[in-house]
């Protein structure tokens, strides 16, 4: 059983378009991520959801739109696709332990999306 | 504001060497410090962590110190094997997110 999985895992499309990646996990997380990965490897933080709630919400132009139905997903839109935003995109999720922030992320295998 | 820096990469090495790939911090209060592996085409996977000065994280014949006076958080492993080859990141925690270095490939050759 994958503890986070991410859907697509490839996405190639055209600029204009728009496109969503699914994320799911089932370890009973409170909080949920997306991250960014450039092609040089670089991991930038976009969201952060925290049981359904905009945590973070990092300098991502506003084309990009989280979605958390429920704790255990969170899902990101993309309108508009432009070539800088082709990437690796992963979701992550953590738990807090007794209130606090442990650092302990899970990683899915990341969405890759490439605009053409 | 928290800042991590690691050595540039790639790192190659031949299998059985010792390894060490730097890391420097920048951070308020009082961090827990981590290094994550991704391996060719997954995603991150926590490799050790250290939550206070002097600790020790080790896992996988991997270790790490947290140097409080040096702020550092090096990793070291005494003999690498071709299986760790990807790419690895130091990073600190926040209030409520991590901040990553860059990512060092390390590359281990037969």
């Known amino acids: 059983d994958t503890a986070v999985s991410q859907t697509p895992k490839y996405l190639v499309t055209q600029m204009g378009n728009d496109k969503s990646i699914k994320c799911e996990q089932n370890l009973g997380h409170d909080t949920m991520y997306w991250y960014k990965q450039d092609s040089k490897k670089f991991l930038k933080i976009m969201f952060s959801?925290?049981?359904?709630?905009?945590?973070i919400n990092e300098t991502v132009p506003n084309r990009f739109s989280p979605k958390s139905p429920d704790k255990a997903h969170l899902n990101l839109h993309i309108n508009s696709l432009e070539l800088g935003d082709s990437a690796v995109y992963f979701c992550?999720?953590?738990?807090?332990?007794?209130?606090?922030?442990?650092?302990?992320?899970?990683f899915g295998e990341g969405s890759r999306l490439t605009v053409l | 504001g928290n800042s991590v820096t690691q050595m540039e990469g790639p790192v190659t090495l031949s299998e059985e060497a010792f390894l060490t790939i730097n890391c420097t911090y920048t951070?308020?209060?009082?961090?827990?410090l981590f290094w994550y592996v991704q391996y060719p085409g997954e995603g991150l996977q926590l490799l050790l962590k250290a939550t206070k000065a002097d600790d020790k994280g080790s896992n996988k014949g991997f270790e790490a110190t947290y140097r409080k006076e040096t702020t550092s958080f090096h990793l070291e492993k005494g003999s690498v094997q071709v299986s760790d080859s990807a790419v690895y990141f130091c990073a600190l925690s926040g209030y409520s997110t991590l901040t990553f270095g860059k990512g060092t490939m390390l590359l281990v050759s037969p």
């Open positions: 951070a308020t209060g009082y961090p827990s």
């Open positions: 959801y925290n049981n359904k709630e905009l945590i």
């Open positions: 992550a999720s953590s738990q807090e332990l007794a209130g606090r922030y442990t650092g302990e992320l899970f």
